[in-house]
């Protein structure tokens, strides 16, 4: 056995590196172990057919949290934005496209293409959402509070999300009250007359989740995802490289700081002795003895196969077990020789308008139909699809005149009724190609090459348990203080020093970095007392 | 099991938010017997029966037959009510246990409420999900999974399969469609009081999941409502295939007949949907779920408000607690 190491950090997906970093800014030791040839977990760009690259997993960053990013001085490291004009076009099957624009008064005057009220309460929702939006953000930065002994600090962290709830003032202060429970498609009712906006925007709180818009708590992951991100359906941004370039400049500057990071280490088990976590043992059989593990793999993965669950209580156990980790998204990635022409958009210049996102959620119905199917074990025959061209923004990810194309498809159940993913793999591709060939009928004839990624592979080569992007289902019953479980909700597991610092932690949202910045806070903290 | 979570609510067993539902129909008593459930002699009329006697006892007077028009408003207070017939009575309170849709924007002239106040009553979703259907009958059912009569009979039975059989149910409401293969809750209350018939006679009575207030377009409740009804004895054949030649006389009960026949608006048997966002300090309406109104001396005591419905009369405990609290007046 080799020397005793300061701190190992199993996985180097983004909250990993972000963990690293601030850990070694503390002045710890971090060792970063990643099982693939290189770092980034869902956050990655890969060559999947000779020339073209393209975002393999996420296409669009969360935001990333704004501080972390100046932090980790990001952009001196090579990480580079595009937004493009074009936030998102949405296709309906009569043959029109609701543009929205990623400046808000563009996007009013063109919503009053289709109704005047919907353009004013545009704005309203943008400003509604960005008033929320901030106190919520507020709350994701907390460790979430000890609910049987608040400390000093959970209490000052409580009182001041109470403040900034009431300066909200009586309207908004009870819209946050309200919304929570909401289902997206009530909440988008609210503001909004025109279908394919209703479901445009209500799509956020479905996205990643076994939620259809209809169902209670899909506001609350509208509102989630709005907590930085006010913009109405999203922001759009693209990083110079595709995804993997947001991790890479996070290793750089995790590695400046003085964290070391290995790939190619697959950590077969965590050693726990006494209670106490003491090491790795690789898959090679190596052993690395450290003062702490980090885990930036999910709760499911890290504490019922990577710790031997022989050293946790029965009861933990199966609270763990009870954890909801489904995943309902498949990941598309195609190379194509021309871009596709959209029959919507053929009159108004077909390229410019497909800089950004392109979705396929025509109305609240569609959405919710989609999501049926997946409840009783099948893949959406009309599925809710989100596409970005990312080439138009970085023609280096494609040979000269050709493109790469992203697709989320939702919803493709982790569990299917009949058969299993090998079977049905190519028949997903064939759903999604038929569904987005009869917005844009030469689609088809374009493609040249395809990657299928279903929620199967995102467990077997990502390693994301139950193929679930977000390291666990976004609920009310999984959030905050209770994510992933009630009582270990301070980044801490049963076993001492084993932490957690993935997206199964709160606050959980996708790519922006908060759980890696907020573990290593409250690791920092554990470990220097 | 499940279904306890879905009743009276448009939502389907894997809806989230639907524990709660389960939990609210568990939160009662009867004779001491913690969250029990149980028949009343003479039918849940008497219950109503039995709370009149006992108000009138107290003090209380009760007048049938007395449609309330309007809720008189002077200087922003409530100073009685004028009935159907033009009979004004005047009053220092006036408590009301129909739901807020009726109270506030039938009976209360406009102008007397604030904008966003009304926002919140406009908003306050009802959706009823559910109809019933009352058979008069010849015998009793034979079910085929335990043939003949027997103590099972007593009891509450239940056409909810599975899991799947239910939320199945669900889909068809959610796109405006009444469920063709609907979750069923029976009961026989002849069994345990003879007195609802004559004798060797029974009624069965029973609950039926899904029929959405709001039907898809191009259907409307008047032509369904036989259609419907017939859906559910063919449903109930399914199990007990005699139950089409022992039946006498069929009453279906839409949601639109909720709301004709019994004031429901939308046909909610629980004054509006339990979900989170209409529930404790959110129901009816934000800021005001304390049985006030903003209008002085006028209360609210129904279903609409805290801790919501179900026949259990605490939002009317709890109402008057609060007017005794503001003296009354």
């Known amino acids: 056995m080799s020397e005793t190491r300061d701190v190992i950090i199993v996985g180097g997906g983004h909250n990993g590196l972000v963990a690293a970093f601030y850990l070694a800014k503390a002045g710890f030791k971090p060792l970063v172990l990643e099982r693939r040839a290189h770092v980034g977990g869902a956050a990655i760009t890969e060559e999947f057919h000779p020339g073209f690259r393209c975002s393999t997993l996420a296409h669009n960053a969360g935001p990333l949290r704004a501080d972390i990013v100046r932090d980790m001085q990001l952009e001196k490291h090579g990480l580079k934005f595009t937004t493009p004009d074009v936030n998102t076009v949405s296709l309906t099957p009569d043959g029109r496209a609701l543009i929205l624009y990623s400046d808000t008064k563009k996007a009013a005057q063109e919503i009053a293409q289709w109704s005047q009220k919907d353009a004013a309460s545009y704005s309203d929702f943008g400003a509604a959402l960005g008033k929320i939006g901030k106190v919520i953000g507020e709350a994701l930065l907390l460790t979430p509070p000890n609910i049987d002994s608040p400390d000093r600090g959970d209490l000052w962290g409580m009182l001041k999300t109470g403040r900034s709830i009431r300066r909200l003032g009586k309207k908004d202060m009870y819209r946050v009250l309200r919304w929570g429970p909401m289902a997206a498609a009530d909440l988008v009712a609210e503001f909004f007359d025109t279908e394919p906006l209703r479901a445009t925007i209500a799509a956020r709180g479905i996205f990643g989740t076994f939620l259809g818009p209809w169902s209670a708590g899909s506001a609350l992951v509208l509102m989630l995802r709005a907590a930085g991100d006010p913009s109405p359906a999203g922001s759009v941004q693209f990083p110079a490289g595709g995804a993997g370039a947001i991790t890479q400049a996070m290793a750089a500057a995790a590695k400046q700081v003085g964290a070391e990071i290995r790939t190619g280490a697959e950590i077969a088990e965590i050693r726990v002795k006494d209670g106490v976590a003491t090491g790795v043992v690789l898959a090679s059989g190596e052993e690395i003895a450290a003062r702490a593990v980090v885990s930036n793999a999910d709760p499911k993965r890290t504490l019922m196969r990577l710790v031997d669950p022989a050293h946790l209580t029965p009861d933990f156990v199966q609270k763990i077990k009870n954890y909801r980790c489904t995943g309902t998204v498949a990941k598309i990635n195609l190379a194509l020789s021309a871009l596709p022409e959209f029959t919507a958009l053929n009159a108004k210049g077909n390229g410019n308008l497909l800089r950004g996102r392109i979705q396929i959620s025509p109305e609240i119905d569609y959405l919710e139909r989609a999501f049926d199917e997946s409840k009783y074990g099948n893949f959406s025959r009309s599925p809710y699809i989100e596409i970005t061209i990312p080439s138009l923004s970085d023609p280096s990810l494609a040979p000269a005149g050709e493109h790469v194309m992203s697709v989320y498809m939702q919803y493709a159940p982790y569990k299917l009724k009949d058969g299993n993913w090998d079977s049905q793999r190519e028949m997903l591709g064939e759903a999604v190609v038929k569904t987005i060939s009869q917005y844009a009928p030469n689609f088809p004839q374009t493609i040249l090459s395809g990657q299928i990624i279903t929620p199967k592979d995102l467990e077997e080569t990502y390693g994301l348990t139950g193929g679930h992007i977000f390291h666990g289902e976004l609920a009310l019953d999984q959030f905050f203080t209770m994510r992933p479980l009630l009582d270990w909700a301070r980044y801490q597991t049963p076993v001492e020093r084993l932490y957690l610092c993935g997206n199964g932690t709160h606050p959980g949202t996708g790519l922006t970095g908060g759980s890696g910045a907020n573990a290593a806070r409250e690791i920092a903290k554990t470990l220097r007392k | ?329």
């Not at chain 2, 037959?65 to 809720?71: G, V, Y």
């Not at chain 2, 009301?96 to 009304?118: A, H, K, Q, W």
């Not at chain 2, 949907?273 to 009816?284: I, T």
């Open chain 2, 1 to 329: 099991m499940s279904a306890s979570g879905i009743i009276g609510t448009f939502l389907g067993v894997r809806s989230p938010g639907t524990a709660y539902v389960l939990l609210h129909h568990y939160m009662g008593e009867i004779d001491g017997a913690f969250r029990a459930w149980g028949f009343a002699r003479g039918g849940t009329g008497a219950i109503s029966n039995a709370i009149a006697d006992a108000a009138r006892e107290a003090g209380a007077e009760i007048r049938t037959q007395a449609p309330i028009a309007k809720i008189l408003i002077k200087n922003g207070r409530a100073s009685g009510v004028v009935l159907a017939n033009g009979d004004e009575i005047y009053a220092d309170v006036v408590s009301s246990s129909v739901d807020p849709r009726l109270t506030y924007t039938r009976m209360i002239e406009p102008g007397n409420l604030p904008d966003d106040f009304l926002e919140g009553v406009n908003r306050y979703k009802f959706r009823g999900s559910s109809g019933k259907v009352n058979m008069a009958l010849d015998g009793l059912p034979n079910f085929k999974c335990m043939p003949g009569a027997g103590a099972h009979l007593r009891g509450a039975m239940s056409i909810s399969p599975s899991v799947e059989y239910m939320e199945k149910a669900y889909d068809e409401a959610k796109y405006g469609h009444w469920s063709s293969h609907p979750y069923i809750d029976m009961v026989i209350p002849t069994l345990t009081d003879t007195s609802l018939a004559p004798p060797g006679k029974h009624i069965l009575s029973c609950f039926v999941q899904y029929a959405p207030y709001k039907l898809a377009p191009g259907l409307d409740w008047d032509t369904e409502k036989e259609k419907f009804g017939d859906n559910v004895v063919n449903t109930i054949a399914e199990y007990a295939p005699n139950i089409k030649d022992i039946i006498l006389h069929r009453q279906v009960v839409t949601p639109l007949d909720l709301e004709r026949e019994w004031g429901l608006s939308e046909g909610n048997i629980f004054q509006g949907e339990l979900s989170l966002e209409q529930l404790f300090f959110l129901r009816p309406v934000a800021g005001w779920a304390q049985f006030r109104s903003p209008i002085k001396n006028l209360y609210m005591c129904g279903s609409a408000t805290h801790p919501g419905g179900g026949i259990m009369g605490a939002p009317g405990r709890l109402a008057a607690l609060e007017i005794l609290k503001d003296g009354g007046a």
